[in-house]
T-cell receptor
Framework: DAKTTQPPSMDCAEGRAANLPCNHS???????VYWYRQIHSQGPQYIIH???NNETNEMASLIITEDRKSSTLILPHATLRDTAVYYC??????????FGGGTRLMVKP | EAGVTQFPSHSVIEKGQTVTLRCDPI?????LYWYRRVMGKEIKFLLH????????ESGMPNNRFLAERTGGTYSTLKVQPAELEDSGVYFC?????????????FGNGTRLTVT
């Protein structure tokens, strides 16, 4: 699986959009981009995933660049409950996910 | 629908003892996974069941760990004998389909402390 690079931490004001970047420059054509998050003392929570096209669901939007070497997770109106560690994972090997260090997002009032 | 449930939520045992963790996947999910995070490290894959068969157990650290999924429903992970370095949080996950286009749904984990 391709390796991902994420900033270790980010801050966001409550009510504003949180834009979390991820670089995956070695991604191959059959690898999906997944985002999970882990809120303190809970298990990882699935957010969204995509292959080539941008995706949106009730939680977030995923923007994948045309060359697929990077992506951005967008939380349109961040709340205090969105404070968590966010993991960007690229996956082609079934479901053996490789978690890195993620981005610690702090939403501030 | 009920999510992935794990039992117990916490377990404290002494070195050398045995502990058995249980995971109940989402109903209808054939795929079941075990992951763990040990102190200060990243979440790591342990193994993957498809129904009752072990699809991939490449992440199992050693033969003190035994995972079973008899009947293809719930799964157990036994650690025998437990060592100090086994302390951490053990997560179970399940997915409906096999393959990279099927999200995993995780439980809240079992926090294991070996003293």
């Amino acid at each position: 699986d391709a390796k991902t690079t994420q900033p270790p931490s980010m801050d966001c004001a409550e009510g504003r959009a949180a834009n979390l970047p991820c670089n995956h420059s070695t991604i191959s054509g059959n690898e999906y981009v997944y985002w999970y998050r882990q809120i303190h003392s809970q298990g990882p929570q699935y957010i969204i995933h995509g292959l080539k096209n941008n995706e949106t669901n009730e939680m977030a939007s995923l923007i994948i660049t045309e060359d697929r070497k990077s992506s951005t997770l967008i939380l349109p109106h961040a709340t205090l409950r969105d404070t968590a560690v966010y993991y960007c994972i690229v996956n082609n090997a079934g479901n053996m996910l490789t978690f890195g260090g993620g981005t610690r997002l702090m939403v501030k009032p | 629908e009920a999510g992935v449930t794990q039992f117990p939520s916490h377990s404290v045992i002494e070195k050398g003892q045995t502990v058995t963790l249980r995971c109940d996947p989402i109903s209808g999910h054939d795929n079941l996974y075990w992951y763990r995070r040990v102190m200060g490290k990243e979440i790591k894959f342990l193994l993957h069941f498809v129904k009752e068969s072990k699809q991939d157990e490449s992440g199992m650290p050693n033969n003190r760990f035994l995972a079973e999924r008899t009947g293809g429903t719930y799964s157990t992970l036994k650690v025998q004998p437990a060592e100090l370095e086994d302390s951490g949080v053990y997560f179970c996950a399940s997915s409906h389909l096999t393959g990279p286009n099927s999200p995993l749904h995780f439980g809240n984990g079992t926090r294991l402390t070996v003293t």
